[in-house]
């Protein structure tokens, strides 16, 4: 037993130094761990027992140093990570970026140069080598596990850590909710930020959740009804465009480029209803901030670092305002000029409303920035594409890129938005020629992930991005700060829309006055815990909102004909790109894109084969399979 307790110790030594180095790569210095570890001491030692939790399995393992090893790698890596991208995106490492991975690796060569990818595979390479080592090397014990012992140990440690991690949340040393998750690793250290990201998710039932509050809130909240009279040519189209990591460049107080590179968004915000959008996440996240803005919901509500696209949005529909204008006759629209399946996109919309989506994979002519992303002037094509594809009015919701990171200076972002401002300005002149009433809605979805401060910002903030609401509508030009889940309410409520749930509830707040007052976010947690996780009795039981049978593109993409010359494969068309590929019973085969015909070699013929066309990206999901000529399209298509 002694054994046990002294090892115990050892562990817990060594929980401290692993501890220590985790924090030092993210904060950086020595003196920014020394004033962590000497100015919040508690903190550090929690941290410290949280750390110590994956070590207990030693006392029931017998090749002790070599798990002792790999516990200490694998602590170690998940620091590294951690400082990695603290230094590209400000928002620290957390349970819900294990579920992006797949999309981090596509981006490794966007943030990372070809000798630091080599380097870090050769360090991973060496810690599995060092592991494989270990365990053919390292001293096994001879001496058989005394399982009383062992549990007794295991059980007093847990016990402990136990103790100290509820007291600590007791007495507020750590808090269960973070609004700015960055500054919650940097309060409450890496260890309890994480494991707190992985275990609280969702929405916690609402203390006064039950059918009594619902009906409450449907008397008194979720009113008015609907006022609005849906007439052509009297309802706007209505575009919503989300700019990459665009903000104002002025509020940095230490900025070095004297030349204004937004001067015409600056002169929208002066002309037109304008103001800071208040935005869940700085450096990365452009999914939350969209959440938020297409739902209404708060995700304050939700775990710390959570995406619930990739989490309740994978199994359920919710209610939008791409659900909320359909119920109003409009054609609902997403536009991104990057890949379809990132963040899960081609999933989660449909839950979300949407009839059309149109990724990177169905755009033409695309042109990229230096570090790789598309341009945003693309856009512009798009969303007037999707304004032809209808004769009634339109929501368009778009996703811009060009303005993500990696940034390899200031002045670089700064000539990115600046072309940005250019994209904005064709898009007016393009609404201004169709001469429809339109409002067209442009809002950043984060600061850029440069390592700034608070107090390095004039507005004293580093979740604000700015907004602007350009309109042919000749709508009041009112200048006023609101959260992100705010936005298509406010939007809403300038042209007198009121269809909704979340968009009635944040209507009623915003008019009164009162939407940040603890009743009101009492009552929006309630709202949003009923809608996701509940009985949804504010639908009486069960939702109205059913996944669309959303389309990819805007304009058709049609296979005329396929002619097989033994083991070639020759398919001409309309509307191919480089992603589309030739498949062969549903199999994507290599394929050569040329003016309008794709070509596959080397294909051996099967009996019975079935040759169709599917757009595919890097990731090799298939996004649609191009029409036959002979298929029915659009409304014929619908009969």
Known sequence: MKRLWILLGKLFFLSM????????FSRKSLSGL?????GSPLVFLLNVLLTLIPFLLVFFIKRKIFYIVLVVL??????IVNGVLLMFRTTPFTAADLRLLKYGATLLTTYLSWPQIVLGVCALGAAVLACVLLWKKAPVDSAPINLTESVCVAAVASTVIWA?????????VVAMHFGNIGQAFQDYGFAYCFGNSAFNTGISRPDEYGQKELERLKEKELVPENTYSIEEYTTPNIIMVQLESFFDPTLWENNPVKQDPIPLFRFLTKHFPSGYLNVPSVGAGTANTEFECITGMNLDFFGPGEYPYKTVLQKKTCESIAFNLKDLGYRTHAIHNNEATFYDRYKVFPRLGFDTFTPIEYMYHVEKNPTGWCKDQILTEEIEKALDSSVGQDFIYTISVQGHGKYPSFSYYCEQIGEMDLFISQLITMLNQRKEPSVLV???????????????????????TPYVIWNNLDLPREKRDIESYQLTSHVLNLINIHEGTMIRFHQRHLERGDSKTQACLEDMKILEYDILYGKQNVYGGKSPYEETKMEYGTRPIIQKSAVRSGNQIIVSGEGFNEWSRICVDGKPVDTYFHDNRLISMDVPPREGEVITVQQIGRDKIGLGVARKAAEPVGEKAKK
């Open 442 to 464: 442009l809002y950043g979805d984060h600061l850029p992930g440069f390592e700034w401060s608070e107090k390095e910002m004039k507005n004293r903030s580093l979740f604000q």
């Open 164 to 172: 100290g991690l509820n007291l600590a949340v007791f007495t507020q």
């Open 34 to 38: 020394g004033g962590y570890i000497f």
């Open 17 to 24: 130094a692993v501890n220590a180095a985790v924090e030092l």
């Open 74 to 79: 694998v602590e170690l890596g998940m620091g």
